[in-house]
């Protein structure tokens, strides 16, 4: 099982279009993953459905948790959305 902790680092949280820049990454994912709150109240759901991630109400600079059971590409695309929900999706690309 792979698992990491990470602050959203998008400045509106995982809203409209971080949400939808992160799923459409999950959907990519040779492995499936879930996402959710570090504090464990809300999640954890599904990482490639926009409106479950949505619904977590994730603000910027909180704590989730993404997790997937896949041993074997589960190290791999936990990572690959860790890495980008650490940066700011929110702003407009270079």
């Known amino acids: 099982m792979a698992e990491r902790r990470v602050k959203v680092g998008s400045s509106v949280g995982l809203h409209a279009r971080p949400a939808n820049l992160f799923c459409s990454a999950a ?21 490639a459905s926009i409106l479950s991630v949505m619904g977590l109400g994730v603000r910027s600079g909180e704590e989730v948790v993404l997790t997937s059971s896949d041993d074997a590409d589960g190290e791999t695309a936990v990572a690959t959305l860790a890495d980008l929900l650490v940066r700011d999706l929110d702003s407009a690309p270079a």
């Not at 959907?27 to 599904?46: C, L, M, N, Y």
């Open 27 to 47: 959907k990519q994912q040779p492995a499936k993953v879930t996402i959710g709150t570090a504090d464990g109240e809300r999640g954890p759901v599904d990482a």
